[in-house]
């Protein structure tokens, strides 16, 4: 959560916006500090249309009609709350904060209206909402003194970027890092337990015993000892570091993005990845998911991923790609800051004794649907 002044910005939120920054190539912490400059995140007293309309930004109905309308970026809007008579017509309402941070970032995005995509400091951020920073029009102001409105404008904007990241917050978003990333970091601890694991080994059965645990399985069927079992091992890690509430379950790739993650809201499709993305891979562009694996962690360009099913012979190992390889479909990212994993300290134990045990067959676990709690 982000506080300014009496305003806060929830983690929900501080989620969907730096998804849309970088779907559009913008820095989270940037479109943060311009809606903070606008309506105080939609919460100012004033802005009533930014609570009324989810209209953050004061964007303006400039449509002949007031018929509904499907804008560029896909959004269907109508008209909201009349304007201050002194300036007339309507604001844009939108049916969810979701369809306006959509429909801001494609306004804010490389083709867009502005000059603000790619931007690597706050002030290029800020000077290409401006003609002089090479936007289509001035973003504030009516164009007749573009400098000093740019002056006023990120003056505000750097004040406030300076009152959030006081204590790093802002940084940790750009970052992709969450505030609260222990359940990740138990998934990771128990999952690199099971690297190199072979097919038909002990560790394999293990992650099919532990996959056929959930009750009841998804779409009713029992994995095989034979199937492919890259998505297996995505499931019972997340079973195992008691993560199942945030990624739940499937055997089958493309029904683990179209039936679990795209309604659990955390399908991104190909953006920027982070660690504890979920890489989705289309090996033969035919649009159907057919691998998957974790990223353990990004450098550059690169992706470190570790997958199940993986490699010859087939084996649970860590592989390294270019982020947006035409074979990758895209990735989710699971509400990590959300995460309070089940305690994977019965008897006492660490997640690290119990990772071994699982791993040796000491110990195993099933998980009901619905819960993420482990029972032995």
């Known amino acids: 959560m982000l506080r300014y002044g009496d305003y806060t910005l929830s983690d929900d939120l501080i989620t969907k916006i730096t998804a849309v920054a970088r779907h559009d190539d ?41 018929d509904p ?32 941070l959509k429909d801001y970032g494609y306004l804010l995005r490389n083709g867009g209206f502005y000059k603000t995509s790619g931007a690597k400091t706050l002030w ?31 003056t505000s904007m750097k004040t406030i970027h300076d009152a959030l990241n006081a204590d790093g917050s802002l940084d940790r978003i750009d970052k992709g890092e969450s505030s609260n990333m222990a359940g990740l970091q ?5 999952a690199r337990q099971y690297l190199n694991e072979q097919m038909y080994g002990s560790g394999h059965r293990r992650i099919v015993d532990t996959y056929n645990g ?16 890259c998505a297996a091992f995505v499931t019972a890690m997340s079973i195992l570091s008691g993560n199942y509430a945030l990624t739940g379950g499937e055997c089958g790739v493309e029904r683990f993005v179209r039936d679990v993650f795209q309604k659990k809201g955390i399908w991104l499709g190909k953006v920027r990845p982070q660690a504890g993305d979920i890489i989705i891979f289309d090996w033969d562009a035919n649009y159907w998911a057919d691998h998957i694996g974790y990223v353990e962690s990004v450098s550059g360009d690169t992706v470190y991923t570790i997958e199940g099913n993986s490699g010859s012979p087939s084996a649970v190992r860590r592989q390294s790609y270019t982020w947006n390889m ?11 800051d959300y995460a ?14 119990i990772a071994q045990e699982v791993l040796t067959g000491a110990r195993s676990y099933r998980i009901k649907k619905n819960t993420s709690s482990l029972f032995e």
């Not at 499907?70 to 844009?92: C, F, L, M």
């Not at 007749?144 to 990120?154: A, C, D, T, W």
């Not at 138990?186 to 128990?190: A, D, G, P, Q, T």
Request: glycine share 10%; hydrophobic share 30%; proline share 6%.
């Open 186 to 190: 138990s998934l990771f601890s128990i």
């Open 340 to 353: 309070s994993p089940a305690p994977l300290s019965v008897g006492g134990k660490s997640i690290d004794a």
């Open 124 to 154: 290029d951020h800020a000077r290409g909402l401006f003609r002089l920073g090479g936007a289509q029009y001035d973003y504030a102001g009516d164009g007749s003194n573009s400098e000093k409105v740019f002056n006023s404008y990120y």
């Open 26 to 66: 913008l820095v989270p912490s940037f479109v943060i500090c311009q809606l903070c400059h606008e309506t105080a995140l939609g919460q100012h007293p004033n802005s009533i249309s930014a609570r009324e309309d989810n209209n953050w930004s004061g964007m303006t109905w400039g449509y002949d009609d007031l």
């Open 326 to 336: 035409w074979q990758i479909k895209g990735y989710d990212r699971p509400k990590w």
């Open 214 to 229: 959930q009750n009841p399985l998804p779409v009713g069927y029992k994995l095989k000892i034979d199937d492919d079992w």
């Open 69 to 100: 309308k499907t804008r560029k970026s896909g959004v269907q809007v109508t008209p909201g709350r009349k304007r201050p008579a002194v300036e007339g017509g309507y604001y844009i309402h939108y049916a969810t904060v979701e369809d306006f």
